[in-house]
């Protein structure tokens, strides 16, 4: 049992106050005890349905106030407690509506006491929860098998324990005026730049709102760009991944409720780094994320390069393929730009169908469809063998990317570039990447730019970035965060 803690109360409560005030919660019980026939011995138990261990007020509360009672007849306060082997702690404010709805609902016993108009806690509470487990989204390979769960003190534990330094921080908020969402702010205090510290902590102290709906409400609300097309936070469902980016110099930001962690600042290059690049070799790694770069690429230009070939420029492609495309195409009734636009819609529906279905069937339908209609298409004459392989690549270069919010963005970007491309040929797609890139180059997360270290260029962080170094080669944290100890190694000689 734990504490709560101090101040008596100048309103006079009665229990018959506190039943109606609670009329409307039937979640809450109000519970009237009294030992003997004497007023002074009467208590009132007040707690939420679902939040406490209920078994332990029949088995270890109500013998011990009786024991506590039995000793003056009447129950004493000692300048605002009362002592006992029950662990009671009155009040942190005064009591009031809200005050004792927040403490019942965080799990507390409150007990009133009528003849002192006093009330003490008991920290009895049971909140529903599950124990971690592998994470849904960040599937761990030769990594650690526990993820974030929903529960704010499960989660800064799952951190505790694979950092025993007193140098981590962690600051405690409660946010939102009606749902009192915990949330929580991790980080080295002799590693973070003071300046990001300082505007993480401006931003989250600057937020009024009646509730937080989740990460992405968050999210939103601390970016430095309310209207920004990428996410400028990371999020991950993995302590491992969460305990190496406070290491390089980064905060993590634990909201009671989810599963989920932001992790800033998120720049592009830290969204496509996966947590399972900590543990597999660095040749290897280093090639995935070639990959993920590449892929990355060809998901947001493929679609929109084949439109500008085949509509506006078949001369820049080889006569060989063209003649297969031209015979392939024979006898369609759409053009080339009409046929990639529909699979482009088909694909995000296919995509959009699986996240909402349950993973296993979701999974199975995204495949078997694709393969269903996109062959029942070829035969139905309704669009060309090739622009079916075009977008088969597509989808399956967006599937590599690690972050969720950043692969979403990939669409929209995607068929950004594709319309360009379908009304001024490939002209319009090299206006498009260029005007991509300066937005890009524009953004900055918490003072540091979005595209860092690859603009403005840091040369010796970007092969860190491309590639993975062996660990005993990574003696430096990445200079753009601007971090108190540069080296990894050991205490910063400066």
């Excluded at 101090?6 to 009237?32: A, G, N």
């Excluded at 534990?157 to 694979?162: E, G, H, P, Y």
């Excluded at 969460?242 to 800033?264: E, H, W």
């Excluded at 543990?279 to 590449?294: D, E, G, K, Q």
């Amino acid at each position: 049992m734990n504490n709560h803690s101090v101040e008596e109360t100048e309103v006079h409560w009665t229990p018959q106050t506190l039943k109606d005030m609670f009329k409307q919660s039937d979640d809450i019980h109000i519970f009237v005890h009294q030992y003997d026939e004497s007023p002074s011995s009467t208590v009132v138990l007040i707690y939420s349905d679902g939040t406490i261990d209920s078994s332990l007020i029949s088995r270890t509360v109500l013998p011990e106030l009786h024991a506590l009672y039995r000793e003056n007849e009447e129950f004493v306060l000692h300048n605002g407690l009362m002592f006992g082997s029950l662990q009671l702690e009155p009040l942190q404010n005064k009591a009031s509506e809200e005050t004792l709805y927040e403490v019942i609902f965080e799990g507390s016993l409150v007990l009133f006491f009528p003849q002192l108009n006093t009330f003490l806690t008991v920290n009895i509470s049971q909140i529903p929860g599950r124990t971690p487990e592998e994470s849904s989204t960040e599937i761990s390979i030769k990594g650690p098998k526990d993820g974030f769960v929903e529960s704010i003190v499960v989660n800064v534990a799952l951190i505790r324990k694979r950092i025993r330094s007193k140098s981590l921080c962690y600051d405690k908020l409660i946010l939102g005026k009606r749902t009192k969402t915990k949330v929580g702010l991790l980080y080295f205090q002799d590693i973070i730049s003071p300046k990001i510290l300082a505007e993480i902590k401006r931003r989250l102290d600057k937020i009024d709102v009646d509730g937080i709906a989740g990460v992405g409400h968050l999210e939103e609300i601390l970016t430095d760009s309310k209207y920004s097309l990428f996410p400028l936070l990371d999020f991950t469902g993995r302590p491992d991944f969460a305990v190496n980016c406070l290491l390089n110099g980064r905060f993590v930001i634990i909201i009671d409720g989810s599963p989920m962690v932001l992790i800033g600042p998120g720049t592009f290059t830290l969204l496509l780094k996966s947590p399972e690049d900590l543990h597999f070799s660095y040749y290897y790694v280093s090639f995935v994320r070639l990959i993920r770069a590449l892929s990355f690429l060809l998901s947001i230009i493929l679609p929109g390069l084949w439109v500008a070939l085949t509509a506006y420029h078949p001369d820049q492609i080889p006569y060989s393929l063209m003649a297969t495309i031209s015979s392939s195409r024979f006898g369609l009734p759409f053009s080339s730009p009409v046929e990639m636009f529909l699979l482009i819609i088909l694909l995000e529906i296919f995509r959009e169908a699986g996240v909402r279905l349950p993973s296993s069937i979701g999974q199975t339908l995204t495949v078997i469809g694709g393969l269903i209609i996109g062959d029942a298409s070829i035969r139905a004459g309704l669009v060309s063998p090739s622009v079916v392989v075009v977008g088969a690549v597509t989808a399956v270069c967006g599937v590599t990317l690690v972050n969720q919010t950043l692969s979403s963005v990939v669409s929209i970007v995607r068929l950004g570039l594709f319309m360009m491309s379908s009304f001024l040929g490939m002209y319009g797609l090299v206006m498009g990447v260029i005007l991509l890139v300066i937005y890009m180059s524009r953004l900055q997360t918490f003072g540091i730019p979005y595209l860092s270290p690859l603009s403005p260029p840091i040369f010796k962080d970007i092969a860190k970035t491309l590639i993975r170094l062996p660990w005993i080669k990574i003696i430096h944290r990445p200079q753009d965060l601007k971090t108190i100890d540069s080296d990894h190694q050991g205490e910063d000689p400066t």
